[in-house]
């Protein structure tokens, strides 16, 4: 990330209440890094955008004095605006509804291609604030989830909260067609090789990341179980949730696979969505 990237935290505002949530989380993120908020309305009448941009450079000034900030109506796509703008952002903030050019990110195709583009971190605010300080989660698919684990490292080392990391996997075993059917006791064999690989994973993906923030306390669980109804149970308890976006290519469009999906509109806490490799 370049020096650029870490000094510019955008959110994207419309004037709901949801929206609004979305500029205090994002204020709050930018005061912890050190950076610079930039508040982005899309709208297609610009005339529209001055008294919301307004009030949200109002309430920012207000709660955070010292914060630098900056406002930009925008007459585009609210997707394509968030989108090209997260290139060279930190992190990039939206609400799960609003009513205006952000309205549905989470109810229609405007959130899901936001998240299958970005090109950083997104953070989707969802979920009732919580009002104790809890953990970061983390939730790991495979060794090709490092950047998504170096942000949750760094968000739990900017927050002074612990991370807990889960990985959840399971098992399917084809039998190729004209082939007779693996003996049971080689199907159990199977399993436990491959138990034991995956309960290795999350320590190997974790190790230089443990050296590098030697202060965070970082619990992990290897779960046998379909990955987004664990991730869904272990949001109860969390502050935010970290997940790698394994992006899929081959249609007209990038894709969100299907953990990505369920937690953006499921989970009890706000996600962060970090881009990764294509699947």
């Given at each position: 990330m370049t020096a650029q990237q870490a000094q510019r935290v955008v959110v994207g505002v419309d004037g709901s209440i949801i929206s609004v949530r979305a500029l205090d989380r994002a204020a709050e993120e930018a005061a912890?890094?050190?950076?610079?908020?930039?508040?982005?309305?899309?709208?297609?009448?610009?005339?529209?955008?001055?008294?919301?941009?307004?009030?949200?450079?109002?309430?920012?000034?207000?709660?955070?004095?010292?914060?630098?900030?900056?406002?930009?109506?925008?007459?585009?796509?609210?997707?394509?605006?968030?989108?090209?703008r997260s290139r060279n952002a930190a992190l990039t903030v939206v609400?799960?509804?609003?009513?205006?050019?952000?309205?549905?990110?989470?109810?229609?195709?405007?959130?899901?291609?936001?998240?299958?583009?970005?090109?950083?971190?997104?953070?989707?605010?969802?979920?009732?604030?919580?009002?104790?300080?809890g953990v970061v989660l983390l939730g790991i698919e495979s060794d090709a989830d490092t950047d998504a684990a170096a942000y949750a490292f760094e968000e739990a080392a900017r927050r002074g909260a612990p991370l807990r990391v889960l990985h959840a996997w399971t098992y399917r075993h084809r039998t190729p067609a004209g082939l007779s059917p693996t003996p049971p006791d080689r199907v159990q064999d199977d399993i436990a090789r491959h138990a034991k690989a995956e309960e290795a994973l999350p320590g190997q993906v974790m190790a230089p990341l443990r050296e590098k923030h030697p202060h965070v306390a970082v619990e992990t669980r290897t779960v046998r179980s379909g990955p987004a109804h664990a991730l869904l149970?272990?949001?109860?308890?969390?502050?935010?949730?970290?997940?790698?976006?394994?992006?899929?290519h081959g249609g007209p469009s990038p894709q969100l696979g299907p953990v990505a999906h369920a937690l953006l509109h499921h989970a009890h806490c706000p996600v962060v969505v970090v881009p990764g490799p294509a699947a």
């Open positions: 912890l890094r050190g950076a610079t908020l930039e508040i982005v309305y899309a709208v297609p009448d610009l005339d529209e955008a001055e008294p919301v941009l307004a009030s949200a450079l109002s309430r920012v000034r207000d709660r955070y004095p010292g914060l630098p900030v900056s406002t930009a109506p925008v007459a585009a796509d609210p997707a394509q605006a968030l989108a090209s609400g799960t509804r609003g009513l205006g050019g952000f309205a549905g990110l989470l109810l229609g195709s405007v959130s899901l291609r936001l998240a299958a583009h970005t090109h950083g971190p997104l953070l989707v605010v969802r979920g009732e604030p919580n009002p104790n300080p149970q272990a949001t109860l308890g969390a502050d935010v949730v970290v997940i790698a976006a394994h992006r899929r």
